[in-house]
């Protein structure tokens, strides 16, 4: 009688189980790839789809924040420990684009959950681009921060 490896049917084994190995990475990373409720997006991210506007001035000269590249992000208010492994349950969403020359963005209301922080692209003195915080809000609508240079006015 001969042997499993002698036969073929080990390395016939090891083929199936590469392929498998592979099939379930690549849908597991094209299921990420086009997940709707979070990541980075440059139109309206998916939820609800009635649209929200948001409107950034700046609060020492009341001047629209015109023109401006912004990220928008927003959780519900889950904070997890570093000690939790992921997924974290936050919901975390992310939006990315230029206010409009009245300093106005508009993202669909169900983006705007609990905790929400507009961070705007900034080059630091070190040469390097990246976001500074300049705007906090809850879901009202109402700051969340008196230290944020900028203020967010929520028109549901």
């Known amino acids: ?18 392929i498998a190995v592979a099939a379930v990475g690549f849908s597991g990373w094209y299921v990420l ?53 992921a997924p974290c349950p936050n919901n975390y969403k992310q939006w990315q684009g230029n206010t409009d020359s009245h300093g106005v963005i508009k993202v669909k209301a169900g983006f705007i959950q609990k905790y929400n922080e507009i961070h705007r692209k900034k080059t630091f003195s070190t040469g390097t681009v990246g976001f500074e915080p300049i705007a906090h ?17 929520l028109d549901r």
């Open 1 to 18: 009688m001969k042997q499993a490896s002698e036969s073929g049917f080990a390395p016939l084994l090891l083929m199936i189980l590469i």
């Open 33 to 85: 790839k086009n997940d709707s409720s979070g990541g980075t997006t440059s139109s309206v991210v998916a939820g609800n789809s009635k649209l929200v506007t948001l409107t950034l001035t700046e609060k020492a000269t009341s001047k629209p924040l015109a023109n401006t590249y912004v990220k928008l992000l927003s959780n519900n208010g889950i904070n997890c420990p570093q000690s939790v492994d």
């Open 137 to 153: 809000f809850d879901e009202s609508g109402v700051s969340g921060s008196p230290g944020d240079p900028v203020n967010v006015t």
